[in-house]
């Protein structure tokens, strides 16, 4: 099926057709990894996460996906510090070596997003690479080399910046959100990884090495220039090295078109001479419960926060996939209450489809459904089209009813959507899980939550609670089973 996405560099639909026949190759903005990331981090991963699966149910493609790791930049420089309050005691005790500190620093919140992500069913093997920034230091500084040789770089005071003046004598800058020139300040330098539109000047590329840092050597024209990649240039250099230039998708949250996105494309073209990519799909942003999510109103959540809570990542990812990606997000634990209802009712109605049909059953057309439900995906992976019709064929659909052909039918489609959704059970009830009491299962659940905020002692003790009733516990990499002794 055909594939229309709202592409931000045009404003506008276009179909889809990736450069390299069947084969679609996509970059995500990937974590930075200086603290446990957010739910309003999350919702970017898991739309890129929908874009990539409805690209392959969908569209037909194999995907090239890359997300990459940013363990190199000025927040995860500032946590791994000597004094850092977001030090743990887990990471072990800090060194007189500031790369060894940003590694076990960084390691430590990679690990507890790879849990987290696979909390939500993005999943490993569907990533291409999940590239850490500081193992392509070299591909940086080439990077940077042939954007001085260029004439858009200079030297100045150890830094190594971008020459956005000489830059937009030759290209636009501005291509994904338009930059009044009046904001513009001519040789003007910005060291921050992040800022304003209003802060619009020359950035920086390579940072000079300061006391305390993590730093690699650099020779640029015969120049000693050790120090450390700005964040706009990790990205760059890491498309280019493992999907090559230029590539189909870029994605990230929305908040990263300006500056982050803005200057990729300038240096890639700056310094490879090479547009880097096509179409620019970016998501928006999530509140709480109407409000932006901030730490001083007290909804500011990271997905351990809300397991805490007792929710289950599987009803998030539901309840998130709802909204279409295109729209500000709002989270409320109400939302994810009804996600979990409604999709506790598919996960019967496929349990259902698995019980002998009566004889006179009735026969419904599948084809139809599908047809309608993967028609909305494809249109700019508007889930919310998508879920609107596929809840009205439930609901017109008692399972119990139904012919053994139309059945078989609606579970093959039924696991076709879940390729995408992947909330659901598609196997028939196991009889051993349906004689384990709720109660049981929740303690289990109440267990892995346990684990997963590393309170091992009082997993333990449920454990062996569970024990004592009669049934075991079996750990496996995502998740467990739970079965009678
Ligand atoms: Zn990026």
């Not at 930075?32 to 999350?42: F, W």
């Not at 997003?113 to 690479?129: M, S």
């Not at 709480?288 to 351990?304: A, C, D, I, W, Y």
Request: glycine content about 6%.
């Amino acid at each position: 099926m055909r594939i229309e996405l709202f592409n931000t560099l045009s404003h506008q639909l276009e179909p889809f057709e990736p450069l390299q026949p069947k084969l679609v190759r996509m970059y995500t903005c990937g974590p930075t990894v200086y603290d446990y990331a957010h739910i309003g981090n999350m919702r970017a991963f898991l739309c890129a996460d929908l874009l990539q699966r409805v690209l392959r149910v969908v569209g037909g493609y194999q995907v090239r996906w890359v997300m990459n790791i940013t363990d190199i930049d000025d927040k995860t420089i500032r946590g791994s510090a000597p004094g850092s309050p977001l030090w743990r005691p887990e990471m072990g005790e800090q060194t007189d070596d500031p790369l060894e500190n940003l590694r076990r620093y960084t390691r430590f919140y990679e690990q507890a997003f790879l849990e987290d992500i696979a909390r939500l069913h993005i999943r490993r093997e569907d990533l291409f690479a999940l590239p850490r920034a500081t193992e392509y230091i070299e591909p940086m500084q080439e990077l940077v080399r042939r954007i001085v040789a260029r004439g858009f770089g200079y030297v100045a005071a150890g830094s190594v910046y971008f020459d956005l003046s000489a830059w937009r004598q030759v290209a636009r800058y501005g291509r994904l959100l338009p930059i009044d020139p009046a904001h513009i300040k001519p040789g003007a330098r910005v060291d921050a990884d992040q800022y304003e539109r209003e802060e619009v000047s020359d950035f920086v590329l390579w940072k000079g090495r300061k006391p305390g840092e993590p730093f690699w050597d650099f020779e640029l024209n015969g120049q000693q220039l050790p120090g450390r990649p700005g964040w706009h240039l990790e990205c760059s250099a890491m498309e280019y090295t493992l999907l090559g230039l230029p590539f189909d998708i870029h994605t990230g949250g929305i908040d990263l078109r300006f500056p982050h996105h803005e200057d990729e494309i300038a240096q890639s073209m700056a310094g490879y001479g090479i547009d880097p990519t096509r179409f620019w799909v970016h998501n928006e942003f999530l509140e709480v419960e109407g409000q932006k999510m901030s730490k001083s109103l007290g909804n500011f959540f990271t997905l351990r926060d809300l397991i805490a809570r007792g929710l289950d990542p599987l009803d998030i990812r539901f309840a998130l996939l709802q909204a279409h990606y295109r729209l500000p997000f709002n989270f409320t634990f109400a939302g994810v209450e009804a996600a979990r209802r409604a999709r506790q009712r598919v996960q019967e109605y496929i349990y259902q489809l698995h019980e002998p049909a009566p004889p006179d059953g009735l026969s419904v057309e599948v084809a139809a459904v599908r047809a309608e439900v993967f028609g909305h995906l494809a249109q700019d992976l508007h889930t919310p089209k998508a879920f609107a019709a596929f809840f009205r064929f439930l609901n017109a659909t008692p399972a119990a009813e139904l012919d053994a052909e139309s059945r078989r039918q609606l579970l093959h489609f039924l696991s076709e959507f879940n390729l995408i959704v992947d909330v659901w059970e598609i196997a028939p009830r196991t009889p051993r899980q349906q004689d384990i009491p709720a109660e049981i299962r929740e303690l289990a659940e109440k267990r892995w939550q346990l684990r997963l905020q590393r309170r091992y002692a009082e997993a333990d003790a449920l454990r062996e609670r569970i024990q004592r009733a009669g049934y075991v516990i079996k750990d496996l990499r995502d998740g467990y089973i739970l079965e009678p002794l």
